[in-house]
């Protein structure tokens, strides 16, 4: 089946450390993104990547960091400077042509402090 | 101002009842709009795309006023299934294809 996967499905930081959240997807879009979603809140793009070895900082960038090392992954790191990460983390991904825009979502993360 | 807004609700109907839906945008240029429907602690998923000339699907309607700029979805004959919120989708216009999203309306049906 085609799809974007994520995981893990609920993750627990502790403070001051760094944690990763995958995101894979198997259909051959060259566009991703990580969002975030706060309750009663909608969506804020974090990161996004329009092809392979290249991405941009979206609205809420700061105290996260990404990689495209390969078109079909997408990781997002929250790092310890990242001070209220408790959240539900989205990924994304569309084609990168006009027309091709409609964006598929993966399944989430929940990510809580301890 | 917000870039894309929609009133959060709760919109609480009976089922069988029409409701409908408005969201305003902000950038007069923006290209593509989208409805996604999003279920309590889920992902959000494509519920149709919005064009020029008005589009139908089953019992949703979507409507779009570039003039007024807003964004209309309707649904009629109402399902407890249909409880959800409703997220208004508009196309940034610089040359990524990043979306913007509202907030959301939430959409509750009772028995």
């Known amino acids: 089946d085609g799809g974007i996967t994520q995981s893990p499905k609920y993750l627990f930081r502790k403070e001051g450390q760094n944690v990763t959240l995958s995101c894979e997807q198997n259909?051959?879009?060259?566009?991703m993104y990580w969002y975030r979603q706060d309750p009663g809140q909608g969506l804020r793009l974090i990161y996004y990547s329009q092809i392979v070895n290249d991405f941009q900082k979206g609205d809420i960038a700061e105290g996260y960091s990404v990689s495209r090392e390969k078109k079909e992954s997408f990781p997002l790191t929250v790092t310890s400077a990242q001070k209220n990460p408790t959240a539900f983390y989205l990924c994304a991904s569309s084609g990168a042509r006009l027309g091709r825009e409609t964006q598929y979502f993966g399944p989430g993360t929940r990510l809580l402090v301890l | 101002r917000k870039e894309v807004e929609q009133d959060p609700g709760p919109f609480n109907v009976p089922e069988g009842a029409t409701v409908a839906f408005n969201c305003t945008y902000s950038?007069?240029?923006?290209?593509?709009f989208f409805w996604y429907r999003q279920d309590c602690r889920k992902e959000p998923k494509l519920l149709m795309s919005v064009y020029s000339s008005g589009n139908e699907d089953g019992r949703f309607t979507a409507q779009l006023n570039r003039a007024s700029q807003y964004i209309s979805l309707l649904i009629r004959d109402s399902k407890l299934s249909d409880s959800a919120t409703y997220l208004c989708?508009?196309?940034?216009?610089?040359?990524?294809?990043?979306?913007?999203f509202g907030s959301g309306t939430r959409l509750l049906v009772r028995p």
């Open positions: 950038n007069s240029a923006s290209q593509s």
């Open positions: 989708v508009v196309k940034g216009m610089d040359s990524s294809y990043k979306l913007i």
């Open positions: 259909l051959n879009h060259d566009a």
